[in-house]
């Protein structure tokens, strides 16, 4: 019994550990936001910054449930290009991900979109690694001219992925 009650009390220390590694710290966010930035190069478009009202105002994330954050979109309404990084209070997290999560379905279904940014716009990605969130509405456009939609979904959505590999691998 006594080899049982251990067992059970060394694992539990051992999932609590694994637990306490997924606290990521602001140099954790950067270092996430510049190996997106690298990803994309010259590709990585957002260039106007986002403030704190307009986070809270427009994407609905509450200052109270932040810690830290970076957040950019396009400097014209022609172009979609956003990328926001949050670095979530504790037990916040989940707030701050329905509030991304419902910014990128108001961009999807009611936002004003020109047509030619609508694959890119539905590619969109929340991610969330530990106490971080992010919001990836970014890579180039397919200019293939003879694509079909399904190609060009599919482009739109391996543009993305490739921030969300960067995020995760800079975290690992």
Known sequence: MKKILLLVLGLGLILGGCAGSSKFTKADMDKAVAAVKAEYGENYIP???????????????KAADV???YAEGPMMSLNVDTFIAVLAKDGK????KKALEDY?????NDGFNYPMNMDKVKATQVL???NLVFLLLLGKYDDRTEAT?????EFAEAEVQRGVDAILEALK
């Open 93 to 96: 997290v989940e707030d701050v």
């Open 67 to 69: 810690e830290a954050f």
């Open 128 to 130: 969330v690694k530990g």
């Open 47 to 61: 260039s106007n910054p986002i403030n704190a009202t307009q986070l809270e105002e427009v994407m609905k994330v």
């Open 104 to 108: 990128r379905d108001y961009l999807i």
């Open 149 to 153: 939609d399904a190609e060009r979904t």
